[in-house]
């Protein structure tokens, strides 16, 4: 891990394939049907340093898919291609994401009824 998920994290959920800032109070509850994306900042000393998650709930629409990695490409290029980009799927999330979120990570499903 690069650290102990201490730094800053800006999150960003998929709605009409556009970046939707989300609120901080709802830091590491998700929407199995939805998408994000999350910048993560660390320092090395005086650098600063970038993880971008790209987080794809498991019912999330192949459209939303297609516009997390769009809009990965579109957050890189701002930061000048310095994001190392983590493609998450739901439920293979790696232990720095986890440690972001101090283990507490609230996934909301939607369950179908027939």
Known sequence: MVDDGSGDVQVWRIEDRELAPVDSKWLGHFYGGDCYLLLYTYLIGEKQHYLLYIWQGSQASQDEIAASAYQAVILDQKYNGEPVQIRVPMGK??????????GRMVVYQVWLLN
């Open 93 to 102: 999330e790696p232990p720095h994401l986890m440690s972001i979120f101090k």
